[in-house]
């Protein structure tokens, strides 16, 4: 399953049309996605299941249950790929494309893009490229490395030694 998120404050139909011409192509029948309200001219795919919002534990759910992840490039979307060690392509919203206020996301992906798991995706185009290669190609793309759920001791020891310095 290919579980495609945009997070819950704002629509990404770029993303979502992108996603949607590439299940057309493809005739995938196993993708769903969190697209956040779309209000009334906003982009509703055709060619797979979706809503506007999930719950936090239907999240997990299909987060756990999902063989790769398509998302926005916010942090907790990349964060809950890594926690599950799930495969991840990531979309950045665009300020000049009025699809965000400022490219905090572009900034992000040039941080994220490159580590294991995890495939930076510009535009449409790009998108269906790296999904096809992710499906056809070698099996190393799915490889993605799961991060820890709490912080490591030497974090937490340092930051008890500078409270109990206060």
């Known amino acids: 399953m290919i579980f495609v998120t945009v997070g819950t404050q704002l629509p990404f139909d ?3 049309g992108a996603v949607d011409s590439w299940v057309e192509e493809t005739g995938r029948t196993d993708v769903f996605a969190q697209i956040a309200n779309p209000g009334p001219d906003g982009y509703r795919p055709q060619h797979f299941d979706y809503t506007a919002h999930v719950s936090p534990a239907e999240f997990k759910q299909r987060c756990q249950e999902a063989e790769c992840i398509v998302a926005h490039a916010g942090m907790g979307s990349i964060i809950t790929a890594m926690t599950y060690a799930k495969p991840l392509v990531i979309m950045p919203r665009r300020a000049h494309l009025a699809e965000h206020r400022n490219d905090h996301q572009y900034a992000t992906v ?56 206060l």
């Open 110 to 165: 040039k941080q994220f893009g490159g580590q294991p798991g995890i495939h930076v995706a510009d535009d449409a185009d790009a998108l269906s490229q790296t999904l096809n290669a992710f499906f056809t190609d070698v099996p190393s793309n799915r490889s993605a490395t799961p991060i820890p759920s709490a912080a490591e001791h030497r974090l937490i020891d340092a930051v008890r030694s500078a409270m109990a310095q």
């Open 14 to 16: 770029r993303l979502i």
